[in-house]
DNA sequence: CGACGAATGTTACTGCGGTAACTGACACGT
DNA sequence: ACGTGTCAGTTACCGCAGTAACATTCGTCG
């Protein structure tokens, strides 16, 4: 098996461990379960264990000196949360459960461990800091522009591709999310987001499908990403 | 040698390659050599070249789409520029000496050979890419306040911990860097950071060293810090 | 059903930063 | 010495986002 055969178990670029990480780690795991909103790991926290998720969804962020809490990111099944632990030994962020999620805790060094063991998990580790760094990048590209339109629908995009399922013609975003959740991710305030999202509404770009979620109109949110840029 | 004296020769918690890295992977490789301003790798570059850096100081960063150019962060001898390649194939970022550098360019692929023939390098490499998320995760934090003054002042902080030495009580950024960098490290308007950095002047914060590099009064630093937390 | 809490929607006010358009200081080359 | 280019400093104006203080809708649980 090839390394970029890997691609083909993803919906995006990112490498997921649906299939070879987990095959190798978990079978003799305890997966363990985080209903919505409990804490996986907290600033502060000395621990040094990865988690694999299964299944569900994570959000990865922090809260600043000025006790404001943003989002640096989502992670979903074929994710890892926690990684930065392979460096840092307190933590430095925080992650918590948006929906309820499985994940499997692995301890760094017997992380180590099983890859000397298996060198052919190398470039899937590496691709866990690659992603969380790119996507971190992505973060930084949309907080230097100071336009929370701008920025909300940057967010969505960022959905579409990471938790976006086709829903006659458009696509849902199958995980409810707050428009504080929202507003944490534009880091922006939330009365701002919620009048950028009607706005997008009138112009046919998003709106809640009838179970509340998100329901975006890819083409249009690419027309107006493009008109705007 | 313990994993841990790797502190010893780097001012921060950041691990670095002076000894072991370096020991092993460039005694017989050729550094080259980078002017100021030179560009060490382009956006939509397609090599996938990690670069170590002997000597100067390198800025990461990039063009947004608004044709603003950004800056993630500093890095200098002893650390590595370019490591997205491991997992992207296609350059998002770029890299720019900001003084004249020296730097060992190791292609991916023999990157991988040399970790697997020698594992003690793994907790190196992987440090890597956790300080390069640690830092963009700063700037992250940095961002989601909008108060330039509180931006500079803490980009004056991380610079300090990078790259300052002490000077009469004070610390010297032995690097100079323009005004228009800082505002791209602040990620503002180059006028705002000029007339913060003057503000800061005037309360005996920051300054001018004889040589046109910046001196930081780094209590003072600390104590305005707290005050506007 | 009806009440309570959470989430969402709306608005007026104010302040800070982007914008633009300068001036001023300094370095370097000829 | 003069001209050119880069970097630094300053200011008036305007627009957008934070703030605060509400109103409204929705969901669910007694």
Do not use: W
Not at 4 to 32: E, H, K, M, W
Not at 71 to 80: A, E, N, P, S, T
């Amino acid at each position: 098996m090839s390394i970029d055969d890997d691609t083909v178990f993803s919906s995006a670029l990112v490498p997921t461990f649906r299939g070879r990480f987990c095959d190798i780690l978990s079978p003799n795991r305890a997966a363990r379960t985080f209903d919505k909103d409990e804490v996986i790991y907290e600033l502060g926290d000395k621990e040094r264990i990865f988690f694999f998720i299964r299944q569900g969804v994570v959000k990865i962020g922090t809260i600043t000196d000025h006790g404001r809490e943003i989002i640096y990111g989502l992670r979903k099944d074929g994710d890892v949360v926690g990684e930065l632990c392979a460096l840092e030994s307190v933590r430095r962020d925080r992650a918590v459960a948006v929906e309820r999620t499985e994940a499997v805790p692995v301890a760094f060094d017997e992380l180590v461990d099983a890859l000397v063991k298996h060198p052919a998990l190398f470039r899937d580790f590496v691709g866990i800091f690659c992603s969380a760094l790119s996507e971190t990048y992505d973060q930084v590209n949309r907080l230097a522009v100071n336009d929370v339109m701008y920025r909300l629908v940057n967010v969505f995009k960022t959905l579409v591709n990471k938790l976006g399922r086709p829903l006659g013609g458009l696509v849902e975003i199958a995980t409810y999310l707050t428009q504080e959740e929202l507003s944490q991710m534009v880091v922006a305030r939330r009365e701002r987001v919620s009048t950028a999202f009607n706005s997008l509404r009138r112009r046919g770009i998003a709106r809640y499908s009838p179970r509340g979620h998100l329901l975006l109109d890819v083409q249009a949110l690419e027309v107006y990403r493009s008109s705007t840029r």
